[in-house]
C-alpha cells in the first residue's frame, strides 16, 4: 500500500510502502528515515490531507484559519497506535499531512531538521492567517525575519514610489469592495485572483510581495498600511548578517510569543447553546480559552480542569472557576468526531505539557467495535475490533531527555547542536556582552586612576620624617612645607633647604587633600 505525505511547506510529498495491516506508526517511522531525523518524533502527527478550502471565524469575526488545502486550527489527528487501513481514500492509496501536533519552545529543539519542520509549518500558519501577529509593526518583523530565512537578499531601501506592491493593492481594493457587501461570482473570483498572479509575477521589484498576507488581530488587520513593504525593507535591514538557521531560530522564538500559539480551536455552533454568534474552544499548552460571543474570553487552566466526558456528540467539561464553585458546560458538538477530538486534544495536550509521565490510564484506554464487543464476550483479552483512544507515549520533559540520550549516543554533539540553532540569540548576547566588557573596563579603569591620584595626594602630604603622619607644620623664614608638628619640634634646620628654623607655624590642609590616617 502506498501512502502519500504531505510535508509542513505544502510542496514536498514522500511517498511510503507499508503493509496494508500496518499502524500509522510504521509509515510515520519510515517517513523519519527519509528525512534523517532519528528522535524528537513525538513533536508531530498525520492528518488526513485533502484540498477543501476553508475558512473559520472566532468570536469576534476575525479569521482564524483560512487555507488553501482545507487544513484550520481543529485538526482531525490520525492515532498512530491504530491501523491505517480505514484512512484510505483512494483505493490503495492514502493522502496525509505531516504536520506539528506539540509545540515547543524552540530552544529545547535539538535537531535543525526538526527545527526546519517547525519553521515550514509557522510559515504556513502564518501566510495563512492561522497565527495572527500582534500590529503591523510585529507583522513587519516577522516578514522580515522570514524573507531572511528564505534567502532572501537585501538590495537596499525601497524607492519612495514603489512602496506599495500590486498584491497590497489588490487586497485593499478587495476588502474595501467586501465592506460595500459586494457579491462576487467564482467565476469573477477566480479571474481576479489570475489577474493578481500576473501581476505578482511581472511585478519583479517587489521582493516581500509574498509575505504581505501576514495580517495582525484585531481591528488594525483590515488597513493595510502604505508603507508596509517599506516597513519590512527597513528590519530585513538589520538582519543581512544573520544566516538563514538563525532567522528561522528567531522567527520561531517569536511566534510562541502570540496569541493562539500552538492552539487548536473548535468551534461549537450557535443553535447549540443558544446565543447569538458561535463559542470557540483553544487547547494550547497551558490549557483552555473559552470565546464566547459579547462576552470576554474565559482561560481555564489545566489545574482547574475536574473531568471531561465525551459520548457521540455530546461533550462535558466540569472545571473550578475564579471562586472555587465546580462549574459544568455541556456542549453538543457539530458531529461525534469533532467532539471526540475536543477531548482527545485536552487529555493529550495536559499529559504532554504539564505532567511528568503518561499515566497508564491514558495510555491503555481503548473503544472496540460491534464485532470486537461481541468477541470480548466470549475472550476478554482479544485484540479484534481494538481501536486506542489515545497515541501519546511521552511528555515534553520526557521527549527532551530522550533525545538527549539518542544523540549523545551516536556521537553528535550535544552542545553543538544547541548552539547551532541559537546563533542569533549567542550573537545578540555577544554584542551586548561587548559592551558590558567596554564598559566595566572604562570603570576599572577610572578607579584604577583614581587610586592612583589618591596615592599620589597622600604620600604628597605625609611626613618627610616619620613618613607616617600628615603635614600639619610650615617652617619660618623658607616657607616649607615637610613634617608633622611631632617632627618638627626636633628638628632644628629644614629638612628640605636646610635652612635654620626661626618659628614652627600650624597649617590646616583642606579635607580634600587630607591623607588617610
Known sequence: MKILVNTPNGTTTLCVDIDQKAIAQE???????????????????????????????????????????????NRQWINLRNPLGRHSIDGNYHSLALRVKFWVPVHIILQENVRNLFYMQARQDLL????????????????????????????GALPEGARESPTVVAVRTQEKEQRRGSKRKCSEGSQEAATVCQMKKCDSNQMYEVYCSIRPQGDAAQQIPRDF??????????????????????????????????????????????????????????????????????????????????????????????????????????CHRTAHGLYRAITEKHAFYSCETVGSAVQTQFIRDLKGTFVSMFKEDTELGKRYVFDIQRTCREVYDNARRVLHAQGVDIRCSEDAGADLESRLSAMAADVTAVVA?????????????????????????????????????????????????????????????????????????????
Open 229 to 334: 513593504c517599506a516597513m519590512v525593507a527597513k528590519e530585513h535591514a538589520k538582519l543581512t548578517k544573520f544566516p538563514a538557521k538563525s532567522a528561522k531560530y528567531w522567527l520561531l522564538a517569536e511566534i510562541s510569543k502570540l496569541e493562539g500559539y500552538g492552539e487548536e480551536i473548535f468551534h461549537v455552533p450557535k443553535s447549540e447553546f443558544g446565543t447569538q454568534g458561535q463559542m470557540d474552544i483553544a487547547v494550547g499548552p497551558h490549557g483552555l480559552v473559552i470565546y464566547t460571543p459579547g462576552a470576554e474570553k474565559k482561560e481555564i487552566p489545566y489545574s482547574a480542569v475536574e473531568s471531561v466526558k465525551s459520548k457521540g456528540r455530546s461533550f462535558r467539561l466540569r472545571y473550578l472557576s475564579h471562586d472555587h464553585t465546580s462549574t459544568e458546560l455541556d456542549l453538543k458538538m457539530p
Open 128 to 155: 495563512e492567517n492561522r497565527l495572527l501577529a500582534t500590529d503591523w509593526t510585529n507583522a513587519a518583523l516577522l516578514a522580515a525575519l522570514m524573507a531572511q530565512a528564505d534567502g532572501v537578499k537585501y538590495k
Open 27 to 73: 509509515c510515520l517511522e519510515k517517513v523519519w528515515r527519509d528525512l534523517g531525523i532519528v528522535c524528537e518524533t513525538e513533536y508531530f502527527g498525520l492528518l488526513v490531507h485533502n484540498r477543501r478550502s476553508s475558512v473559520a471565524g472566532d468570536a469576534n469575526g476575525q479569521v482564524l484559519a483560512n487555507s488553501v488545502d482545507g487544513e484550520s486550527r
Open 441 to 517: 573596563e572604562e570603570e576599572a579603569r577610572r578607579g584604577q586612576m583614581e587610586k592612583m591620584v589618591s596615592d599620589r595626594i597622600s604620600e604628597a602630604f605625609t611626613c618627610r620624617v616619620c613618613m607616617d603622619k600628615a603635614i600639619d607644620t610650615m617652617f619660618s623664614p623658607c616657607g616649607h612645607v615637610a613634617c608633622c608638628r611631632l617632627c618638627a619640634e626636633k628638628c632644628d634646620n629644614c629638612p628640605i633647604c636646610r635652612a635654620n628654623i626661626a618659628h614652627i607655624n600650624r597649617i590646616f590642609l583642606p579635607t580634600e587633600l587630607r591623607p588617610n590616617q
